[in-house]
């Protein structure tokens, strides 16, 4: 199970940092999925082997996802934040195309007006 850490209460315009820690290395991908109450889980950004990466459309110029092998680590950076974005985020790893998701906990990230 991956440990994820950041996120906390910020006014609309500002930035948070999310972080996830995988306990191997060599992952497939990682990345982070979000959900906000009443709504189903979305996928928000994930990051690959060769480091490519995906963005929901909705995060597209304001968040970026990036990884750190030697701590078998991804950051998102999520600039720009709206109120919209108010969710529980959580991160996923995966060490295979067709392995399973293993979950984060989940981390508040809130943005007030």
């Known amino acids: 199970q991956p440990v994820e850490s950041g996120g906390g209460l910020v006014q609309a315009g500002g930035s948070l940092k999310l972080s996830c820690a995988a306990s191997?290395?060599?992952?497939?991908?990682m990345g982070w999925y979000r959900q906000a109450p009443g709504n189903q889980r979305e996928m928000v950004a994930e990051?690959?082997?060769?480091?490519?990466?995906r963005y929901a459309d909705s995060v597209k110029g304001r968040f970026t996802i990036s990884r750190d092998n030697a701590k078998n680590s991804a950051v998102l950076q999520m600039d720009s934040l709206k109120p919209e974005d108010t969710a529980v985020y959580y991160c996923?790893?995966?060490?295979?195309?067709?392995?399973?998701?293993?979950w984060g906990q989940g981390t508040q990230v809130t943005v007030s007006p």
């Open positions: 990051i690959f082997g060769g480091r490519a990466t």
């Open positions: 191997r290395s060599a992952f497939y991908s």
């Open positions: 996923y790893v995966k060490w295979g195309a067709f392995g399973r998701a293993y």
